[in-house]
């Protein structure tokens, strides 16, 4: 019915950054799962606005360009304020056509993130979901973040994405 696909770690490095003595860390992870739904349909929830249905706390507050909801269009800047995180986040491509929506974000205090969905059509009703992280920690708190999304837990994430997913888009 629904699958997994795999989880990789594409890469993990550490460095000292020059201008001070704190240590840096970078994590990508990439996986992916299946919908049973249309391509164009299964984007829908991976935007600004379609995340409500899913995400709980999620409630995105347009910057730019200011109007009621967010645009899902490239360069809209929006806000999110989810428990203890405070993050502001760009649009960096958002195309319907290819069935992608790409995000960075930068989490206050913490790290900078790079994520990039991109929705693989399968059948009429039925896609495969790639989920490609980059985080970049540029706090003592953001190393601890990074450490934290090791291999099984950006596979649980993954499942628990298929998940909620699945239950919105019923």
Request: with cysteine; proline share 4%.
């Amino acid at each position: 019915m629904f699958a997994v696909g795999s989880v990789a770690m594409v890469s993990a490095s550490q460095t000292k950054s020059p201008e001070s003595k704190m240590t840096t860390e970078q994590v990508v992870r990439e996986g992916s799962f299946e919908l049973d739904d249309s391509a164009d349909k299964a984007l829908l929830v991976f935007t600004p606005e379609g995340e409500r249905t899913w995400v709980k706390g999620w409630n995105p507050k347009p910057v730019y360009p200011p109007q009621q909801g967010v645009m899902f269009k490239a360069n809209s800047v929006f806000r999110v304020d989810q428990e203890e995180e405070r993050s502001l986040w760009t649009i960096v491509e958002a195309d319907s056509s290819e069935h992608v929506a790409e995000y960075i974000y930068v989490v206050e205090g913490e790290r900078l993130s790079r994520v990039r969905v991109q929705i693989e059509p399968l059948s009429e009703r039925h896609c495969r979901v790639h989920v490609h992280y980059v985080h970049t920690a540029i706090s003592e708190k953001g190393v601890e973040f990074v450490a934290s999304v090791t291999e099984e837990a950006y596979t649980k994430k993954m499942r628990d994405w298929q998940r909620m997913v699945s239950a919105a888009i019923r």
